[in-house]
């Protein structure tokens, strides 16, 4: 189903950006951008802290924003991102969604009055538009439609107010990049949607990139966000030498997030470098093994059935029998037994074990593969023929 992905990329469009100690309502003197570095400063390190999962000290120094400017969106909205960030670990967690929802909704609340006052009208439509892009991502992830497709038209009518205006810094060709880049792409994977796409302007997907690039490059607030959408696009192009600097450079910017860090793992293991993958993979699973912060089942997959394959092609088997059941174990602790590390850890677990003689284990695996994939996939396919063969 349409996931209202037109939306949902929309909704990195962050201006963070903060007015100064004035009522918006009484001065009329305000500027778009923030003109107190030390507070700039202090809420950019904020950001760090919470790219790299400390989110305790991050949301401290976001209250003391709040505590500031009590009638900016800013605050709020960065809460409401520090939870998502929570969310994206593994978007299957629920926990967090209703503090994020009640985060944005006081953001967009305080956006709209800010968007009332001529000079801050282009700064309050970015919140808007994010804010609202935000909640129409979460719902569609929660098959809640109708709430998405609500969202998202109201983030697209606040974006309209920001188009064009790239300009006036870096920061406000984030949203411009990421929908001219988008507009395109879903025209293209998604070709029944074009009578839909008929209603949205089409863009300029290298315009997009050149666009992110720069924001990547030279912006002081959504320079990590435009790196990660770079990273992810490039990589869905299959430019993997870029989108491995990229996510080297995430992963170590930012070591304890546990998303880049898996991001980087897969990017090594699909460039060929398997030894830096072996490594990298190692380090994620004894962080798991460890239960630090945001390293759980979803990063110990990927790095799993990485080990699991390098293990293979060492012709080690012990261990990719064990890296592989870690990788089943972990799918299973998340309810992805319909992924490609899962079946495919039990294809491989299925064909150890004919080579070791175990044909009852073997036909187990190949069993539980029909049971689990789709009769197309090339692993049910090879499931059955090894099954035939027996």
Not at 24 to 42: A, C, H, M, S
Not at 53 to 72: C, S, V
Not at 107 to 133: C, H, R, T
Request: charged content about 25%; some cysteine.
């Amino acid at each position: 189903m349409y996931r209202l992905l037109i939306f949902n990329f929309l909704i990195t469009c962050i201006p963070f950006q903060v007015l100064g100690d004035k009522n918006p309502v009484e001065d009329t003197t305000q500027v778009l951008l923030l003109e107190d570095i030390n507070i700039q400063l202090e809420a950019t390190q904020a950001i760090n802290d919470m790219y790299n999962f400390e989110f305790a000290k991050a949301e401290r120094q976001f209250r003391w924003i709040k505590q500031k400017y009590p009638y900016h969106p800013l605050s709020y909205f960065l809460l409401a991102l520090s939870n998502w960030w929570k969310i994206n670990i593994n978007i299957n967690n629920t926990q967090y969604d209703e503090r994020f929802l009640a985060y944005l909704d006081t953001a967009i609340a305080k956006s709209k009055i800010l968007y009332e006052q001529p000079q801050s009208l282009v700064e309050a439509a970015f919140f808007l538009a994010a804010g609202y892009g935000f909640k129409g991502r979460l719902y569609s992830e929660r098959g809640k439609w109708a709430k998405s497709a609500s969202a998202g038209r109201s983030s697209l009518k606040y974006l309209d107010d920001t188009k064009d205006k790239g300009y006036l810094s870096p920061e406000l060709l984030f949203g411009e990049g990421i929908y001219n880049y988008y507009s395109v792409w879903i025209r293209e994977n998604y070709p029944y949607l074009k009578p839909l796409m008929a209603f949205f302007k089409k863009g300029d997907k290298e315009l997009g990139l050149k666009q992110l690039r720069t924001v990547a490059t030279n912006a002081f607030y959504t320079r990590t966000e435009a790196q990660y959408f770079l990273m992810r696009i490039l990589s869905s192009e299959n430019r993997m030498a870029p989108a491995l600097q990229i996510s080297e450079y995430l992963n170590k910017t930012f070591p304890n997030n546990s998303y880049f860090h898996r991001y980087y793992a897969r990017m090594l293991y699909s460039t060929g470098q398997s030894r830096g993958a072996e490594l990298v993979s190692l380090a994620i699973l004894a962080r798991i093994d460890s239960g630090q912060v945001g390293y759980e089942e979803i990063s110990g997959r990927y790095a799993a059935f990485y080990l699991g394959e390098i293990s293979k092609k060492k012709r080690d088997l012990s261990d990719a029998k064990y890296y592989y059941q870690r990788t089943i174990e972990f799918a299973e602790a998340v309810g992805a037994t319909d992924s490609g590390y899962y079946l495919y850890s039990m294809l491989s677990l299925g064909e150890i074990a004919l080579k070791e003689g175990d044909d009852d284990l073997a036909r187990e695996y190949f069993k539980r593969i029909k049971k689990e994939a789709k009769r197309k996939d090339s692993v049910h396919k090879r499931a059955k023929i090894l099954l035939k063969e027996m």
